[in-house]
C-alpha cells in the first residue's frame, strides 16, 4: 500500500481540477479548487482523474503538473505554501 502525503494529496486535486494556469490563480483560489476537489471526487478519484489524463495525454499532463507542484512548491520552513499567479509553460 502507498501512503499519500498531504502535499501529493492536493496536487492531485488541483491536478483534477478545472483551474487553468490562465486564470492567473490567487492563494484563495487555488484552496478552493482543492476542497471543491476533494469534496467532489475523493482523493481516490482525483488520483484516478490524473492517471487518466496521464495516460491520455502524457504531454499535457506533464506540463500541468510541473504547473501544479510549482504553486505547491516548499517555502524555506520545509512547510508547503501556495503561490499565487505561478503559471504553466
Keep these: 500500500m502507498t ?3 498531504v502535499t501529493d494529496a492536493r496536487c492531485e486535486a488541483l ?3 478545472a483551474l487553468q494556469p490562465s486564470d492567473s490563480p490567487t492563494a484563495a ?5 482543492i476542497g471543491w476537489t476533494l469534496r ?3 482523493a481516490g478519484g482525483c488520483a484516478g482523474r490524473m492517471a487518466q489524463e496521464f495516460g491520455d495525454h502524457p ?3 506533464a506540463r ?4 501544479v507542484r510549482q504553486l505547491a512548491r516548499p517555502t ?5 505554501q501556495v503561490r499565487a499567479g505561478a503559471r504553466g509553460r
Excluded: C, K, P, Y
Design 3 to 5: 501512503w499519500l502525503n
Design 15 to 17: 491536478f483534477a481540477s
Design 29 to 33: 483560489m487555488v484552496a478552493e479548487a
Design 40 to 42: 467532489q471526487f475523493g
Design 59 to 61: 504531454d499535457a499532463a
Design 64 to 67: 500541468r503538473m510541473r504547473w
Design 76 to 80: 524555506g520552513g520545509g512547510r508547503h
